[in-house]
């Protein structure tokens, strides 16, 4: 069972290297616990699951929300290949996971990856708030 920080890395990029293998980007991740046990482990399958949510931080951070409770989440950590991007960063933060310990930086990637990132869309508002503000408020 690995324990070592840098062996929980190495998984990650073995499953980042299984991902390209089946031809999907290559981008891998795990979920271990305090004592160093792998729980959870997922790889990208953007392109064979014709889902462009699929990367493996997002569903690892949906499993833990879902099947840990908030202290054991609290304790875990995700292991994973390639420094998470904006969307799996928000749902990281949302899934109540204690750490995240990356390989690859946004930076590094970027220099391996030619022409990378993505359109900044344009987003319009605020509007409406006197009619938007009902279904929202009191819920908090
Ligand atoms: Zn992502």
Same mark, same amino acid.
């Given at each position: 069972?690995?324990?070592?920080?840098?062996?929980? &890395?190495?998984?990650?990029?073995?499953?980042?290297?299984?991902?390209?293998?089946?031809?999907?980007?290559?981008?891998?991740? &795990?979920?271990?616990?305090?004592?160093?046990?792998?729980?959870?482990?997922?790889?990208?399958?953007?392109?064979?699951?014709?889902?462009?949510?699929?990367?493996?931080? &997002?569903?690892? @951070?949906?499993?833990?929300?879902? #099947?840990? $409770?908030?202290?054991?989440?609290?304790?875990?950590?995700?292991?994973?290949?390639?420094?998470?991007?904006?969307?799996?960063?928000?749902?990281?933060?949302?899934?109540?996971?204690?750490?995240?310990? =990356? @390989? &690859?930086? $946004? #930076?590094?990637?970027?220099?391996?990856?030619?022409?990378?990132?993505?359109? $900044?869309?344009?987003? #319009?508002?605020? @509007?409406?708030? @006197? #009619?938007?503000?009902?279904?929202?408020?009191? =819920?908090?």
């Amino acid at each position: 069972m690995p324990s070592h920080p840098h062996d929980l &890395l190495r998984r990650a990029i073995a499953l980042a290297a299984e991902a390209r293998a089946a031809g999907d980007p290559p981008f891998g991740s &795990l979920l271990a616990g305090p004592d160093g046990a792998v729980i959870a482990e997922e790889r990208n399958t953007t392109v064979t699951g014709a889902d462009i949510s699929a990367h493996p931080e &997002l569903k690892l @951070a949906r499993w833990a929300a879902r #099947e840990l $409770d908030p202290a054991t989440a609290a304790a875990t950590t995700m292991y994973t290949s390639c420094q998470p991007c904006q969307m799996c960063t928000g749902a990281i933060a949302r899934s109540g996971l204690g750490r995240v310990v =990356y @390989a &690859l930086s $946004d #930076e590094q990637l970027a220099g391996l990856k030619p022409g990378g990132g993505w359109p $900044d869309v344009p987003q #319009e508002g605020p @509007a409406l708030y @006197a #009619e938007a503000r009902v279904p929202v408020e009191g =819920y908090y």
